[in-house]
């Protein structure tokens, strides 16, 4: 065989095998997830790893190319922390994960979701800060943190986030002022109650928009 038909060939080859290569990386990421929580009801009980991809796994949804479009693990009885694996689900657009007992930072590697649509993580025990990161998830409508431990303040990168319809951290300990540019303009106060050391929406020009932190 000539040796530009043999490359021709290995490239196809190759180009065949890349969604099951891609949707098998986000199988790992998953599984990655799984080792870190404590599923004592069994909810991820199919999430079997010697599969080529997760997409028949329960709480998982693909798209018709098998990518990982949405992790539904909402009032699942999990607890536990989350790890930047979650970063490598480079097509998911939600991620469902309220009411659990899920603890700790926010991993920064969610601003990777670029798709990313809807992001539920209230109802946990999440503490640290809101990642700056999330500045990055340009298509993001949906993000409810509220019912955590977060603190530190509002990062300002968020106002960029111009597709933003609902934000909710309310019932919190986070610190400093409320933003008001960008989408920050439209959101009731209720979305942010319940933080005793934020101070109410920014005075631009008159105070730090962390005073209090």
């Known amino acids: ?13 190759l180009l065949f095998l890349s969604p099951a290569i891609s949707t098998n990386s986000e ?3 998953l599984h990655a997830l799984r080792s870190r ?8 009980q199919s999430w079997d790893p010697t599969l080529v ?8 949804t693909c798209d018709s190319n098998n990518h990982v479009i949405r992790l539904d693990l909402g009032n699942s009885n999990i607890s536990g922390i989350l790890g930047p694996e979650l970063g490598q689900l480079q097509h998911l657009q939600y991620l469902e994960l ?10 920064k590697e969610l ?5 990313l649509v809807g992001m539920d993580l209230y109802g946990n025990k999440f503490e640290g800060e809101i990642p700056k990161s999330f500045a990055k998830l340009k298509s993001l409508r949906f993000l409810r943190l509220n019912d955590n431990k977060l603190t530190g303040s509002i990062p300002r990168e968020l106002t960029t986030l111009l ?9 919190n300990d986070l610190c400093g002022t409320i933003p008001v540019d960008g989408p920050f303009s439209m959101f ?26």
């Open 163 to 171: 597709n933003l319809k609902v934000f909710d951290v309310s019932n």
């Open 37 to 44: 929580l404590s599923d004592p009801t069994n909810v991820l």
């Open 53 to 60: 991809n997760p997409c028949t796994w329960f709480h998982v």
């Open 27 to 29: 199988g790992n990421a």
């Open 98 to 107: 309220y009411k659990n007992d899920i603890r700790g930072k926010i991993p």
């Open 188 to 213: 009731s106060l209720l979305s942010f109650e319940n933080n005793k050391h934020l101070n109410g929406p920014e005075l631009k020009g008159l105070v730090p928009y962390d005073f209090g932190c």
């Open 1 to 13: 065989m000539a040796p530009l038909s043999l490359f021709s060939l290995l490239l196809s080859f």
């Open 111 to 115: 601003g990777n979701l670029k798709d």
